[in-house]
């Protein structure tokens, strides 16, 4: 049962337009939101994240938003730079008790940004 | 700063054999979790613990186990290996202090059983 779905394996932008990844959750309990990047060969770094008292958090060129009734977040990077290609995980937590700190990740979604 | 760091790098076991994977972190966090990721799925985590002393299993535990006899270090244990291990693991730490989502990743251990 897949509780945190990217159902786009990859995505292919150009340099300076915008990227816009996409991710679903099933389970209603998710109440915090992270995206993470990885490079080939390297462990995933945290990008961002979103808490769901909020609908978007903004750092720098990437945003997130939260569509909390629709169980569907993104992440828009804009503008796109050659150095954001890589593997993009969406993941989700549940608030405190057993599940603080433990994240359900989604399958990754490649992205690829031409010069 | 190190941060965390994962040996071996690269592994290949034969059926039944057993190996530990290493973990250590240096950014004295409470939280470590063990993940593997599967070609084209996303990370599953294995186990994970609070602190020195305390573990827990996560949503794919069969196979492993694991340890925390200190704060830095967090071994995954696996005993009579099998093809369904065959993965890339990754170790993680994050700080009870700030934001224990925000996890810290090692650079992985690619695993192969055959």
């Known amino acids: 049962d897949q509780q945190v779905k990217q159902n786009s394996p990859s995505l292919s932008v150009q340099e300076g337009r915008i990227s816009i990844l996409n991710c679903d959750y099933t389970?209603?309990?998710?109440?915090?939101f992270l995206w993470y990047k990885k490079y080939p060969a390297e462990g995933p770094t945290f990008l961002i994240s979103?808490?769901?008292?909020?609908d978007k958090n903004e750092d720098g060129r990437f945003t997130v938003f939260l569509n909390k009734s629709a169980k569907h977040l993104s992440l828009h990077i804009v503008p796109s730079q050659p150095g954001d290609s890589a593997v993009y995980f969406c993941?989700?937590?549940?608030?405190?008790?057993?599940?603080?700190?433990?994240?359900?990740f989604g399958q990754g979604t490649i992205l690829t940004v031409h010069p | 700063n190190a941060g965390v760091t994962q040996t071996p790098k690269f592994r290949i076991l034969k059926i039944g054999q057993s190996m530990t994977l290493q973990c250590t972190q240096d950014?004295?966090?409470?939280?470590m979790y063990w993940y593997r990721q599967d070609p084209g799925m996303g990370l599953k985590l294995i186990y994970y613990?609070?602190?020195?002393?305390?573990?827990d299993k996560g949503e794919v535990p069969n196979g492993y186990n694991v340890s925390r006899s200190t704060t830095e270090d967090f071994p995954l244990r696996l005993e009579l290996a099998a093809p369904s291990q065959t993965s890339v693991y990754f170790c993680?730490?994050?700080?009870?202090?700030?934001?224990?989502?925000?996890?810290?990743f090692g650079p992985g251990t690619r695993l192969t059983v055959t």
């Open positions: 950014m004295n966090h409470n939280y």
């Open positions: 993941a989700a937590s549940g608030a405190g008790g057993t599940s603080y700190g433990k994240l359900t």
């Open positions: 613990s609070v602190g020195a002393g305390i573990t």
């Open positions: 979103i808490s769901s008292i909020k």
């Open positions: 993680a730490s994050s700080s009870h202090d700030g934001n224990p989502y925000e996890q810290y």
């Open positions: 389970n209603s309990m998710f109440d915090y």
